[in-house]
């Protein structure tokens, strides 16, 4: 079965700082591997999504994100951070028997 | 849009009461999930179903019971409701594909007192 490991569970930085956030998974086939944001009294929404090709994939607001086949991991980064960057980020995987696991989340604070 | 909608917001609920938490999407989407959010445990898969009348136990079932007799609508069911459980559980859909992404709603804050 498959489980994802976000390595930092909060990352302060300040503001036009890059930021890098960890994820690592663990799967024994192949995997499709998303990142979703969760700003404060709100649902999940996506961000960026990995399936196949390219292993830097490409996202809203920015981030990206690029897929370590060798490593098992699938970090998410951005250049330069903006205070509404402050949120919370879960990095997910899916795999071949329907469910949806996800990682224990980075609270991500970007400071003035 | 996909729209994903949970009945409540916030519930408050007293120990040993039987509550069921409802959750509608409008995409006819095969998968539906419910998942608990707990700080520094990020979220947890309590049941998802990928049919009607279809079910699989995630990693916390345990306490927990669901319901899917339509395909638009998941119910989960707290048979007897206790302090741990107070939560925010949050429902999600999707399409029978893996490579798509899920669809939350806006989560119910439950509260067991």
């Known amino acids: 079965a498959q489980s994802v490991t976000q390595l930092d569970s909060q990352v302060p930085v300040f503001e036009e700082a890059p930021v890098e956030l960890r994820c690592n998974y663990s799967s024994s086939v192949s995997v499709y591997l998303f990142w979703y944001v969760q700003y404060p009294n709100q649902g999940l929404q996506l961000l960026l999504k990995y399936l196949s090709g390219s292993t830097l994939v490409k996202g809203i607001n920015g981030f990206e994100a690029e897929f370590n086949k060798s490593q098992t991991s699938f970090h998410l980064r951005k250049p330069s951070v903006h205070i509404s960057d402050t949120a919370e980020y879960f990095c997910?995987?899916?795999?071949?028997?329907?469910?949806?696991?996800f990682g224990a989340g980075t609270r991500l604070t970007v400071k003035p | 849009d996909v729209k994903v909608t949970q009945s409540s917001r916030y519930l408050v609920k007293r120990t040993g009461e039987k509550v069921f938490l409802e959750c509608v999407q409008d995409m006819d989407h095969e998968n539906m999930f419910w998942y608990r959010q707990d700080p520094g445990l990020g979220l947890r898969l309590i049941y998802f179903s990928y049919d009607v009348k279809m079910k699989e136990k995630g990693d916390i079932p345990e306490g927990y019971s669901v319901s899917r007799e339509k395909k638009e609508r998941f119910s989960l069911i707290l048979e007897s409701a206790s302090t741990n459980q107070t939560s925010m559980y949050l429902c999600?859909?999707?399409?029978?594909?893996?490579?798509?992404?899920?669809?939350f709603g806006q989560g119910t804050r439950l509260t067991v007192v």
């Open positions: 997910a995987v899916s795999e071949g028997n329907n469910d949806m696991r």
């Open positions: 999600a859909s999707r399409t029978g594909a893996l490579f798509t992404e899920a669809f």
